[in-house]
Each structure stands twice: as C-alpha cells, then as structure tokens.
C-alpha cells in the first residue's frame, strides 16, 4: 500500500505520486528538447504528461477539499478566494514580463484584437466542451 508521509508541516505527500511527477516531468522535458530539435520526434512524454498532471491536480483538490465537501463546510467562495490568490499574482508577473519583452522586441500589440481573440476562443472551448 502507498505511504502517506506526514512531515512536520500539514502537507502530506505520496509517495507514488511524488515520484510518478518526476518520472512526468522528465518526459514532458525530452518531448520539448525533441521537439525544439526539429529533428528527432519523441512521442511519448508531451501528451501524456500534461494529461497525468491535470490528473493528479484535480486528485490532490479533492483530497484537500473532500473532508469538508462530506461534513458539509465546504465554502465556495473561500475556496475561490485562496486558489486565486495562490495561482493570479504569478500569472500577472508572467503577464507582465512577456508584454514588456513583446514592446522590446518591437511585437504590435493590438489590445482590441488580442481580447477578441482570447473572448473566441473562450467561447468555442466553452460550447466545445458543452457539446462532448
């Protein structure tokens, strides 16, 4: 049976799972190093990585959130409130650092268009994902 180690801190880590990450990871980084190549094709890491970390995120939320959505104090909105203070200010930096890079480079950025697109696209994923 998997171990459950519990550190002096409240995180608990499987032991599986920690090393099936590695093991992911290295594939996900020789898919971009063949890929960057040109050259060579490694089919066996890309996909299938992105796949088991979209997994293992969504098993590591229910088993932070279970307990509370079974007893019935599960709140949504504090939820909410935690996750996008956690995942937001990072993606704002990476905003940040890639628009600045794009003036740098000399990209024309077109807000208006930039905002139609990412609005399409949100809503063709939406109603692709309605349609399944």
């Known amino acids: 049976m998997n171990r459950i180690n519990t550190p002096t801190s409240s995180s608990h880590h499987i032991l599986t799972l920690q090393s099936m990450r590695f093991i992911f990871c290295i594939l996900i980084l020789i898919n971009h190093f063949f890929e960057s190549t040109g050259k060579l094709h490694f089919y066996y890491g890309g996909d299938a990585g992105v796949t088991f970390f979209f997994i293992l995120s969504g098993f590591v939320l229910?088993?932070?959130?279970?307990?509370?959505i079974k007893n019935g104090t599960f709140k949504y909105i504090q939820f909410l409130r935690k996750r996008l203070t956690k995942i937001y200010p990072l993606h704002l930096v990476t905003f940040t650092i890639a628009?600045?890079?794009s003036f740098v480079a000399g990209v024309k950025f077109n807000?208006?268009?930039?905002?139609?697109?990412?609005c399409s696209l949100l809503i063709r994923n939406n109603y692709e994902n309605r349609a399944l």
């Open 99 to 101: 628009l600045c890079m």
């Open 62 to 68: 229910s088993m932070g959130c279970g307990a509370s």
């Open 111 to 118: 807000i208006i268009k930039t905002i139609e697109s990412c």
